[in-house]
């Protein structure tokens, strides 16, 4: 992985709310083809580190880069803003976001929220887009849900209509915000195993979760978050079979008995 071309590069974040300073130097790299898995307890900064590489959130210091484009910002903090609106929503455009909270669009169906960004914000030509979505959803396994709307489906079929959503816009990297903590085990594994599916393709991911035994199985790189640092980072071997740090020991111990 390391000879393949980094497209997620974060360097040296540091983010604050108010006097709460949740990420302190947080350096992270996704190459392509790589799977990083972001595991740390509640609090850690796990979600806000996700939300600073498109910019959902703006880092007072520390530089994003994907596909080796710097996302420009300006402005001293706490008013650092991003210089471009349009290089952001270009940069958007090609990040396919999962939430916890599936976040679909209630008032389009299946078919309409996985078709609306291409079509409107990636303006691409509507016959394509529309083979596109649908390939995606016989994907994730959903193809007879595509003309229901988001209130019809379980929540195992909503969020793999998400992961559909997601990438449809052809992402450069999948970014998962603990995609399956909102669901009953038997709806987690269907969704479990869309994102074992992407991992095999050989797409970038980076993947926030609880789930050691999906993190030890997929990532390629394992990386501890603790009080807004790296506490420590490895190969899910090196992370879960040998931890080094008493922290991250602790943090194991304590997910082995949930
Ligand atoms: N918009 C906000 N305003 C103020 N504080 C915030 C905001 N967002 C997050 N925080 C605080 O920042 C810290 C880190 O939050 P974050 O959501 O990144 O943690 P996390 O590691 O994702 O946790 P979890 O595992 O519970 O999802 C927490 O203390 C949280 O309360
Ligand atoms: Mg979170």
Redesign the pocket.
């Known amino acids: 992985m390391q000879n393949a071309a980094p497209v997620v590069e974060i360097d040296n974040l540091h983010k604050s ?2 006097p ?1 300073e ?1 990420l302190k130097g947080v350096s992270l790299t996704a190459h392509e083809g790589e799977v990083v898995a972001l595991i ?10 996700l939300r600073c590489i498109n910019m959902l959130e703006v880092p007072e210091q520390g530089s994003v880069k994907i596909g080796g484009e710097a996302i420009r910002l300006s402005g001293k903090p706490p008013n650092r803003h991003p210089a471009d609106e349009g290089q952001i929503r270009r940069i958007r455009s090609e990040l396919g976001m999962v939430f916890q909270q599936f976040n679909l669009w209630s008032h389009m169906s299946v078919l309409g929220n996985v078709m609306e960004a291409p079509l409107h914000v990636q303006k691409r030509d509507k016959v394509e887009v529309e083979a596109a979505a649908l390939e995606m959803l016989g994907k994730v396994g959903i193809l007879d849900k595509a003309a229901n709307y988001p209130s019809q489906l379980s929540g195992g079929q909503q969020q793999r209509a998400a992961i559909a959503r997601a990438l449809c816009i052809n992402p450069r990297v999948m970014l998962f915000d ?1 995609p399956t903590s909102a669901l009953d085990p038997e709806l987690e594994v269907e969704v479990v195993r869309v994102i074992r599916l992407l991992a095999e393709e050989g797409r970038t991911m980076i993947l ?1 979760t609880h789930d050691m035994d999906l993190a030890r199985t997929i990532a390629h790189k394992v990386v501890f ?1 603790h009080l807004g640092k790296i506490e420590e980072e490895g190969t899910p071997a090196e992370v879960f079979d040998a931890p080094k740090s008493r922290r991250l020991q602790q943090f194991l111990r304590a997910a082995d008995h949930t």
């Open positions: 709310y108010g709460l949740v740390g307890s509640s609090g850690s900064g796990k979600s806000t580190l603990e926030v978050l």
